[in-house]
């Protein structure tokens, strides 16, 4: 029979989060009740650290009106914990309906969570993870229900380290997978990828032990301490472009934020949470990531990656990441990315500050060498001191594309500063179906855009920028300067609202007219998608109204209407779009 637990509390325990897409995600939104203390049990462990009893732990994630607790049972060989009755030197392992499992104090009220009576017996195997929903009632703790799910089918074994990180499995180049629950993780994982050096630091890329291929999937908030006083900074950055040592794994952030992060690199570059991902015979993937704080670096510097490598053919991606960070470099510097080469950054966001000389964009400082930037906005400030500035991207360079992408923050170039625009600062290839609303000033005249600052022989298709706001605060042209590109359909939105009333981000062009801004940026993103059909670079977002605009732009009032809400967002559409 199961024995009671020895249940221990308080801040030596470690959160312990299963498959955020299953838990998680349901607890996003939802109102946390949290338990007045933690409960784990006390696991025993072998020579080699690894589990040989099972764990039980509460996870930190929570319904509005149920708690779910976990238990997770982990055996390096399958070994029979559990036995309801031995015959012949055979187990039977499951715990039977009726045990008490443990005891929970909610609001300062203790409840039994016991397994339902003539409940079939819960077996534990190898690799599961076993979720309980629990509902906490007016007396007693009901389990209404018991999911099991394979941590990874492929692995009998799991490696528990304090709870702080373990292997899951592999991803499909080979490489494990680290699970990481906290900063003691974390800065495990890093020693890792990055190996250690000879005074226990974390390593270059190069160091002893690294293995710049391992996967990593965060499956808590990350709170990282403060920085050392005597270098500034508390981390080192994930993959070394400049000594040939760029991270080549798989990261997803599993939708949680890493916060605190503070580089302070002032000389060094390829600087972010990763300095370099990529290389041309091994491409990276980070996503799903979040992480706040500030990086100060020179060259290739951005908030989640300092630069990306791959190739034409198979480039590195950086999908679904959020930059909280407050970005300062020098060339080559973005908000989400500093360099993009060989790169496709697609759904990320920026709503940190970013500031640099040359090659500064609110999402990428510059966008090169065939790499893609799809469903990307940018909501933070973005200063540059010299040329080629822009609220998305700094420099959009030969073969690249830009699709679907949004501004609505400041973007300011001083000193001699030129090319400078809502969108992009400097374009040398191919933009479509992209809106800014932020103002946008500089001291070169000539070249700055509400779209573009500067176009140079290049294709820019429908794309719409803000006029209104305060005075001289957003150029009357879409295209600063043009070399002799192809521009179709660049319009301003001269106005708040039209005469009868209606956000001009939202009325067509004529009274009678169908072709609002939505419209028609849509059915250019279906025009691109046609030509794209054997690729990588279709679009699968969709511009939509968004209802907070109406509201905010009325708040915002006269004479500017200026406001940081966006009238547009970006959605993937959840039925097949009409032709």
Known sequence: ALRTPNLITGGDCHEFVPYPDRVTARARTATALPLDNEYYTTPTLDAGNIATAPLLRRSPAYLSDAHCFVLADVYPNGTSQYSGSSTGGSTTVGIPGGTPLFDVTHLGKTYTVT????????????????????????????????????????????????????????????????????????????????????????????????????????????????????????????????????????????????????????????????????????????????????????????????????????????????????????????????????????????????????YVGGVAGTNNNSSTIIACTNTGSVMGTDYNVGGVVGNNGSGCTITACINTGSVEGTNTSSNIGGVVGGNSSSLTACISTGSVKGTSTSSIGGVVGNNYSATITTCYWQTFGPTDSRPTQGIGKDDGGTITDVNPISSAYTTDGTPSWFAPATPSGTDTPVAKLNEAIETWNDAHTDDDLACPYRFVENTAYSEALSKAGAPDYDTPVPPLLLEIPTEPTPP
């Open 115 to 358: 397994l339902p009576s003539g409940a079939t017996p819960l077996k534990l195997a190898a690799g599961t993870i076993t979720t309980l929903t629990v509902t906490l009632g007016a007396t007693d703790a009901t389990v209404e229900e018991i999911e099991i799910a394979d941590m990874d089918e492929d692995t009998p074994s799991i490696g528990i380290s304090n709870s702080d990180i373990c292997i899951i499995g592999n991803a499909d180049n080979g490489q494990p997978i680290y699970a990481i629950y906290n900063e003691k993780g974390l800065m495990e994982f890093a020693h890792i990828v990055m190996g250690t050096k000879k005074d226990g630091s974390v390593g270059s890329g190069s160091s002893a032990g690294a293995n710049l291929a391992a996967c990593g999937r965060l499956m808590a908030d990350i709170y990282l301490s403060e920085p050392d006083p005597t270098n500034g900074s508390n981390w080192t950055p994930l993959g070394n472009y400049s000594n040939g040592c760029p991270y080549t794994g798989t990261f997803d952030g599993g939708g949680h934020t890493v916060f605190g992060l503070v580089i302070n690199r002032p000389d060094a570059g390829y600087q972010g949470f990763f300095g370099g991902i990529g290389s041309s015979s091994a491409p990276a993937t980070v996503k799903n990531l979040t992480v706040e704080g500030t990086v100060t670096g020179k060259n290739n510097t951005g908030g989640i990656v300092g630069f990306t490598d791959g190739s034409s053919s198979n480039p590195s991606h950086v999908e679904n990441c959020v930059n909280r960070i407050k970005v300062k470099g020098e060339e080559y510097v973005g908000g989400v990315v500093g360099n993009n080469a060989h790169g496709i950054l697609r759904n990320c966001r920026n709503e940190g500050s970013v500031e640099g000389t040359q």
